[in-house]
């Protein structure tokens, strides 16, 4: 059973960064896509950013390309999220999903795209 394990979270004021991290266990496929979304109280999931564990393509979306960084440490099974020059429209809980992932498959950052997910961690931007 995958499991992830989100952290890093917290608060922050705005123009500051923060490291999220997302640990996985669970499995032992070698291609598979790690994302990070975002929910808002009253919104639906926003799809943030996606890598792959084969060739480390990522995707972003467009409210967070150039600002935040996805990387992966296959070793460790764990995906990283840094943030940096954090905005208002920022906050949210932010958890990490797992899927089987093709090497050189498209990726979507859509909630249907993936099957397990983490519980999330709390991030809130305020001065």
């Known amino acids: 059973q995958v499991q992830l394990v989100e952290s890093g979270g917290g608060l922050v004021q705005p123009g500051g960064s923060l490291r999220l991290s997302c640990a996985g266990s669970?499995?032992?496929?070698?291609?598979?896509?790690i994302a990070w979304f975002r929910q808002i109280p009253g919104k639906g999931r926003e799809g943030i950013s996606c890598?792959?564990?084969?060739?480390?393509?990522?995707v972003y979306a467009d409210s967070v390309r150039g600002r935040f960084t996805i990387s992966k440490d296959n070793a460790k099974k764990t995906v990283y999220l840094q943030m940096d020059n954090l905005k208002p429209e920022d906050p949210g809980v932010y958890s990490c999903?797992?899927?089987?992932?093709?090497?050189?498959?498209?990726?979507?950052?859509?909630?249907?795209?993936?099957?397990?997910w983490g519980q999330g961690t709390q991030v809130t931007v305020s001065s």
């Open positions: 890598i792959s564990s084969s060739d480390g393509a990522t």
């Open positions: 669970g499995f032992t496929l070698k291609y598979y896509k």
């Open positions: 999903a797992w899927a089987p992932h093709p090497p050189a498959a498209i990726m979507r950052l859509e909630e249907y795209a993936f099957e397990s």
